[in-house]
Antibody, heavy 120, light 109 residues
Framework: EVQLLESGGGLVQPGGSLRLSCAAS????????MTWVRQAPGKGLEWVSA????????YYADSVKGRFTISRDNSKNTLYLQMNSLRAEDTAVYYC?????????????WGQGTLVTVSS | SYVLTQPPSVSVAPGQTARITCGGN??????VHWYQQKPGQAPVLVVY???DRPSGIPERFSGSNSGNTATLTISRVEAGDEADYYC????????????FGGGTQLTVL
């Protein structure tokens, strides 16, 4: 069974930085695009960023463009999200998720999420 | 940017049929995916590519998509179906990114 385990969340002050990690297992990690989705407390799902299997193509929501960087280490089966210049509105549970493969595919597996709180 | 519109809430009695809509401009030309999220849990894919079900998802869950509306249908609703449901598409009009609907809270009366 596919497993995705996020880590790195926590409390950070506005303007600060945080790096999230997602350890993947039980599938061919480098063959699949990966995605970060977040959910603010009591709110809906918001797509944050995506990365192709090779890491050569990256995509960002306008709300995080220029502040967040998605990357992956296929030798370690790990996905990352570097978050800089954090704002209060970035407070959310961040989910690491696997895409199904191909274009316009569903997000077929999700991690349990890691909470990021931006507050002074 | 592309917008998906869902009703905030839908209520249905056990054993009845729930229909949750997802509106978007010419959404019928896109592949729509649906996710179920129970409180405190990660989302789970319940329907993909408009009407296909992942393994392990009951046949009671079905989907359709035409024109400007996609619909998730849950037949013979059970108490355990109570959850938030989100529709999602990929929008490549500007750059490839995922769009989620605002979510619909399904209440089983």
């Amino acid at each position: 069974e596919v497993q995705l385990l996020e880590s790195g969340g926590g409390l950070v002050q506005p303007g600060g930085s945080l790096r999230l990690s997602c350890a993947a297992s039980e599938f061919s990690f480098s063959s699949y695009a990966m995605t970060w989705v977040r959910q603010a407390p009591g709110k809906g799902l918001e797509w944050v960023s995506a990365l192709s299997g090779s890491g050569g193509s990256t995509y960002y929501a306008d709300s995080v463009k220029g502040r967040f960087t998605i990357s992956r280490d296929n030798s370690k089966n790990t996905l990352y999200l570097q978050m800089n210049s954090l704002r209060a509105e970035d407070t959310a549970v961040y989910y690491c998720a696997k895409e199904g493969g191909g274009s316009a595919t569903p997000i077929d597996y999700w991690g349990q999420g890691t909470l990021v709180t931006v507050s002074s | 940017s592309y917008v998906l519109t869902q009703p905030p809430s839908v209520s249905v009695a056990p054993g009845q049929t729930a229909r949750i809509t997802c509106g978007g401009n010419n959404i019928g030309s896109k592949s729509v995916h649906w996710y179920q999220q129970k409180p405190g849990q990660a989302p789970v894919l319940v329907v993909y590519d408009d009407s296909d079900r992942p393994s392990g998802i009951p046949e009671r869950f079905s989907g359709s998509n035409s024109g400007n509306t996609a619909t998730l249908t849950i037949s013979r609703v059970e108490a355990g179906d109570e959850a938030d449901y989100y529709c999602q598409v990929w929008d490549s009009s500007t750059d490839l990114y995922a769009v989620f609907g605002g979510g619909t809270q399904l209440t089983v009366l």
